[in-house]
């Protein structure tokens, strides 16, 4: 059996140094839920999962599987305990949309990793996603070690690309912290 091609050097930050450009950005909104369960306990990367039917909201069922970077506003502090004043924070993401082939899922799910490490897990508590682009399309993998490798790196794509100024700005949109009312009266919304 012959050896998997390489894949070519990844690139360190995605999307225009102009900020999101259309679709981008694309929002989404659900209660925080309990995925897989592989995130944290077998890659060490802790997902925050919303529901998929957010995509179905305002058009986005169609959005490409694959990894995506934004920002995430949930109303939690920055320990993860839930804010009952409805203020929350926003931290970075990076995002999967997909199947994850590796794991040979039956159905599409949405895993956003919140690039800060919280005390606590926060189920239930509201997320707020602005996706403001696209860093790469699914794949399969050979190794658990190498799709841990490859998530790492959009880690590091995520982060860096989100500390342009550009995307600095989106993360003052009030969307991000406004947890109830219009636009968040469902369990996913837009």
């Known amino acids: 059996m012959g050896e998997l091609p390489s894949r070519p050097p990844r690139e360190r930050i995605a999307g225009p140094h102009t900020g999101p450009e259309i679709p981008f950005p694309i929002r989404l909104s659900g209660p925080i839920v309990k995925g897989f369960g ?3 306990a077998e890659l060490g990367i802790p997902t925050a999962n919303i529901p998929l039917a957010g995509l179905s909201v ?3 069922e169609n959005v490409e599987s694959g990894v995506y970077y934004g920002w995430a506003g949930v109303d939690v502090d920055d320990t993860g305990k839930r804010e009952r004043d409805g203020r929350g924070g926003v931290w970075g993401m990076v995002m999967s949309i997909g199947w994850n082939p590796f794991y ?8 956003v990793n919140i690039l ?3 005390e606590h897990d926060f189920y239930g508590a509201r997320m707020n996603l602005l996706i403001c682009g696209f860093i790469r399309p699914e794949y399969d993998y050979v190794s ?7 998530i790492r790196v959009d880690i590091d ?3 860096r690309s989100l500390e342009r100024e550009a995307y600095l700005k989106v993360k003052e949109e009030k969307y991000l912290r406004e947890f109830g009312g ?6 996913v919304a837009n």
Do not use: C, M, Q, T
């Open 38 to 40: 592989r995130g944290s």
């Open 58 to 60: 305002g058009g986005n």
């Open 104 to 111: 040979k899922n039956k159905v599409r799910s949405v895993e």
């Open 116 to 118: 800060y490490d919280f």
């Open 144 to 150: 658990k070690e190498s799709l841990i490798e490859d």
């Open 157 to 159: 794509v995520a982060r």
């Open 182 to 187: 219009a636009g968040h009266d469902n369990d």
